[in-house]
């Protein structure tokens, strides 16, 4: 089945620095992946869609300027967490859309802890 | 945004009884999926059901779909320890492209 990584894994980072996220799609292109956040004992709630070659659609919400997301390539897309605070310490997942279906495939996300 | 609102929000059975989960949404949908989470780790993809079915199987998985009420249940039987997860419901909202998730069942199966 279609892979999807993240990387890293985990990442520790102080305050005030800024935390790069990276989202691949192994063995398949996608055109369009999607960043989500997951604070403890919640659900997923969806940050934004990234689309490959064009600007990234934000949820409401969600801060364009703080969370910058870049999808250079279709098998990449990197989710920048900018000047980053101890609220934004949350679990991020993303999601890949594979062709024909676009059926949603999803990384296994990456733990952010800002000290 | 939330579409799926899942009920119960929290569930604990004895190893070897069924547990039921229903997930409730507003919008049309193209589909519905049903994802497990153990603790602090990704989703693990159950099943999916398109709007023009009713009901779908996949081992001890059972779910169903009803367009009308605009609701979906899941249903799993002869629990496992290992069956210990979050159990979100995921729709198309609007048959957008975009997945939005429920808020989720804890499904604790005890010993």
């Known amino acids: 089945g279609a892979v999807v990584s993240q990387h890293p894994s985990r990442v520790i980072c102080k305050s005030g620095t800024s935390v790069k996220i990276e989202c691949r799609s192994l063995?398949?292109?996608?055109?369009?992946m999607f960043w989500y956040r997951q604070f403890p004992k919640q659900s997923l709630m969806l940050m934004a869609t990234?689309?490959?070659?064009?600007?990234?659609?934000?949820e409401q919400g969600v801060e364009k300027d703080k969370f910058l997301i870049n999808h250079a390539s279709l098998t990449l897309s990197t989710l920048t967490v900018t000047s980053a605070h101890p609220e934004d310490s949350s679990f991020y997942i993303c999601?890949?859309?594979?062709?024909?279906?676009?059926?949603?495939?999803f990384g296994p996300g990456t733990r952010l802890t800002v000290t | 945004s939330q579409q799926g609102e899942e009920d119960p929000q929290a569930l604990s059975i004895q190893e070897g009884e069924n547990a039921t989960m229903n997930c409730s949404y507003k919008?049309?949908?193209?589909?519905l999926q049903w994802y497990r989470q153990n603790s602090g780790r990704g989703l693990v993809h159950l099943i999916l059901?398109?709007?023009?079915?009713r009901e779908k199987h996949s081992g001890r998985l059972r779910v169903t779909l009803d367009t009308s009420k605009k609701s979906s249940s899941l249903l799993i039987t002869a629990s496992r320890a290992a069956d210990t997860a979050s159990y979100f419901c995921?729709?198309?909202?609007?048959?957008?492209?975009?997945?939005?998730f429920g808020k989720g069942t804890r499904l604790h199966i005890l010993p």
């Open positions: 059901i398109r709007s023009n079915e």
């Open positions: 995921a729709t198309d909202e609007n048959r957008d492209d975009k997945i939005i």
């Open positions: 063995d398949f292109q996608a055109t369009t």
């Open positions: 919008t049309s949908i193209n589909n």
């Open positions: 999601s890949a859309s594979r062709p024909p279906t676009y059926e949603q495939y």
């Open positions: 990234s689309n490959e070659g064009s600007k990234a659609t934000y």
